[in-house]
């Protein structure tokens, strides 16, 4: 699968997970996302990734790196080549890697070995999601279906580290808010609710864009 052309379709999320490691076989494991874990992205929309997200993807056998630091000149494994075993189970995303005998996979993996290394991110575009207005709450973007395009080893979190997780996550949330515009019904208690919806979402943009 190529990247798409349009970068701010790809997203990042990152997250510190309990099983991560770099194995004595040589080998490293872990889960790159788990579900049912609500995370905040960049104070504009809560996130969460359901069960079966990974499903499609995985039975398409998509053509997946495995990197670091999303460094494409750091190539740790690869689906297509059958160095890279993606699996979801009831807990997550599960990733096991036969890292390449060179420098850079020696380094990461005694980085890892000393718990300097301990998060994983995954690129991704999403294909199924459902996003939920909650009252004094922010919205809730429920991931069910994604193309993926790389898992990471990372130093920093993707989104909070790269101005393209920035602009991703503010064109996604963007889109959202255009539909509710365009979806808005002329019924008083849907519109008011609707009204509402978007005067939280408008100002989440306006303040994050200031930043």
């Known amino acids: 699968m190529a ?3 349009d970068d701010s379709r790809l997203e ?3 997250m510190q997970v309990r099983e991560f490691r770099a194995e004595d076989n040589g080998k490293i494991v872990g889960y790159a996302a788990v579900f049912d874990e609500t995370t905040n992205i960049g104070g504009m929309f809560d996130e969460v990734v359901r069960q079966g997200a990974f499903a499609r993807a995985i039975k398409e056998k998509q053509d ?3 990197l670091w630091n999303h460094d494409a000149n750091f190539v740790l494994g690869r689906t297509k080549a059958g160095t890279l075993r993606l699996e979801e189970d009831h807990k ?3 990733i096991e890697i036969d890292p390449p005998n060179t ?10 070995k000393r718990g300097d290394v301990d998060q994983m991110s995954f690129a991704f575009r999403a294909v199924e999601e459902t996003w939920t207005e909650r009252k ?3 919205t809730l973007r429920e991931l069910k279906d994604v193309d993926m395009y790389d898992i990471s080893a990372v130093t920093y979190p993707a989104y909070s580290g790269t101005q393209v997780g920035l602009r991703s996550a503010e064109s996604i949330y963007q889109d959202h808010v255009n539909s509710l515009e365009a979806q808005a019904l002329p019924e008083e208690d849907d519109a008011e609710r609707s009204e509402q919806a978007l ?3 408008r100002a989440v943009v306006t303040v994050t864009k200031l930043k």
């Open 3 to 5: 990247q798409p052309k």
């Open 12 to 14: 990042r999320r990152s």
């Open 64 to 66: 997946v790196r495995a």
């Open 92 to 94: 997550g995303l599960w």
């Open 103 to 112: 420098q850079a996979a020696h380094d990461l993996m005694e980085s890892m």
């Open 136 to 138: 004094d709450e922010m």
């Open 199 to 201: 005067d939280r979402a």
